[in-house]
């Protein structure tokens, strides 16, 4: 468990480069360490490495013994009993190749392992913008409940002068309830969204998370890491790997093929004292073909199975790139507009206000613009959070961890 712990700091180490690096790195590091699926397939791999061993070493040596208990007619220099011991030794480097085979099997595991790593690392980050979201939607509700206090408090007391109608009390008194029911609503949406971040680290369901105020874009260049989609990617290696492992399979086979040797001793235990020494060699004869057959035949039908396999994970990572790296893309021309919108709506509010105080008009224009302002606001959070999410994604596809 250690060596796992090691490994998984050695690679959680400098994840993220935006506004939110120290917060959420934490958290990497937290799920690295605790998450249940990653241990058991950091365990599974261990298990392989322990499979190599046992491959690698000869069959038990067998020990005979016979006792000779009543002769029906005694001969001079018949023994009396007998021991022996031999060993079978495989064709020669049957034992390497079979130690290749798992070797490469367990190396594969391995690449499986630092997948499963790189998918959890993109899930916990699929889970904490969500949370980010919400918690950055509440705050713009809650500054614009503040806003529409101000703006009843001026509707009422423009009421009382004359200067506008008790419908803009009104009006007023309706966004703020339904400000109100919106802070409710997404206030709970904050439980479900939690269990399910905190799950990824093998968590209490309540344990606190840690939120920012604010998260910075990160500048992506065109074809963000695109040219290690098909080099670095641990699926890909895992196949490779797999691949190299049935073709040892089917070396394997062959060597399983042919002739296996024994060497033993036999010592005797003679009636006159005089016991003897005898040397022993035998010679396995493989002549039943039919196993060795389907043995290889097996072997190349899975360097067949795997080939396909890998074509298809190139494909689906290709597709999967340029579907990604769109929304990215289009998750940063959003927030661009957005940007534009919320300082023009300002602007438009600001004049409204200077207007509305001077001549007392446009007060219901004043609270729609308040409205779009929110609106574009709310939507500016969506757009960050839909941006992290497919750079999270983006980093899994091009096995990114640094």
């Known amino acids: 468990?250690?060596?796992?712990?090691?490994?998984?700091?050695?690679?959680?180490?400098?994840?993220?480069?935006?506004?939110?690096?120290?917060?959420?790195?934490?958290?990497?590091?937290?799920?690295?360490?605790?998450n249940p699926l990653l241990k058991a397939k950091y365990a599974d791999f261990e298990a392989s490495v322990?499979?190599?061993?046992?491959?690698?070493?000869?069959?038990?040596?067998?020990?005979?013994?016979?006792?000779?208990?009543?002769?029906s007619t005694p001969h001079p220099g018949t023994e009396k009993a007998s021991i022996g011991i031999r060993q079978t030794?495989?064709?020669?480097?049957?034992?390497?190749?079979?130690?290749?085979?798992?070797?490469?099997?367990?190396?594969a595991m391995y690449h499986e392992f630092i997948d499963a790593r790189n998918e959890l690392f993109m899930k916990v980050k699929s889970a904490w913008y969500p949370l980010y979201e919400v918690h950055r939607e509440i705050e713009l509700h809650k500054e614009n409940r503040k806003i529409l206090e101000s703006y009843k408090q001026l509707a009422t007391t423009g009421f009382k002068v004359g200067k506008n109608s008790m419908s803009d009390v009104i009006r007023v008194d309706l966004l703020i309830e339904d400000t109100d029911t919106?802070?409710?609503?997404l206030e709970d949406k904050i439980k479900p969204l939690t269990v399910q971040f905190n799950r990824l680290l093998n968590r209490e369901d309540n344990s606190e998370i840690e939120m920012v105020e604010s998260i910075e874009l990160v500048e992506i260049p065109l074809n963000y890491r695109r040219d290690s989609l098909l080099v670095s990617n641990p699926t890909l290696h895992s196949l490779d790997l797999k691949h190299q492992s049935a073709q040892a399979s089917e070396v394997l086979a062959k060597k399983e093929g042919l002739p296996g040797f024994g060497v033993g001793l036999d010592y005797g235990f003679m009636p006159d004292g005089r016991n003897m020494i005898m040397p022993m060699i035998?010679?396995?004869?493989?002549?039943?073909?039919k196993k060795y057959k389907a043995f290889a035949k097996e072997s190349q039908l899975k360097q067949e199975a795997i080939e396909h396999y890998k074509s298809d994970v190139e494909n689906t990572l290709i597709s999967s790139y340029e579907l990604t790296f769109y929304e990215l893309k289009s998750a940063k021309e959003q927030l661009l507009l957005y940007e534009r919108q919320i300082e023009k709506s300002k602007q438009i509010i600001t004049l409204l206000e200077k207007e509305y105080g001077n001549s007392g008009e446009d007060f219901v224009e004043i609270l729609r613009m308040q409205q779009e302002l929110i609106n574009y606001q709310i939507a500016e959070a969506?757009?960050?959070?839909?941006?992290?999410i497919a750079l999270a994604k983006l980093d899994y596809l091009t096995a990114k961890s640094e």
């Not at 046992?54 to 002769?71: D, E, H």
């Not at 035998?282 to 073909?289: D, K, M």
């Not at 969506?382 to 992290?388: S, V």
């Open 1 to 34: 468990m250690r060596n796992y712990i090691n490994i998984l700091l050695a690679l959680v180490i400098g994840i993220s480069a935006n506004g939110s690096a120290q917060s959420l790195d934490q958290y990497l590091t937290e799920a690295a360490e605790n």
């Open 50 to 71: 322990q499979r190599v061993a046992q491959v690698n070493s000869l069959p038990n040596p067998s020990i005979s013994f016979g006792y000779l208990i009543s002769p």
């Open 182 to 185: 919106k802070i409710k609503l």
């Open 382 to 388: 969506t757009a960050t959070k839909n941006f992290f």
């Open 89 to 107: 030794i495989p064709w020669f480097g049957t034992l390497k190749t079979s130690g290749s085979v798992y070797e490469l099997q367990s190396e």
């Open 282 to 289: 035998s010679v396995t004869l493989p002549i039943y073909r």
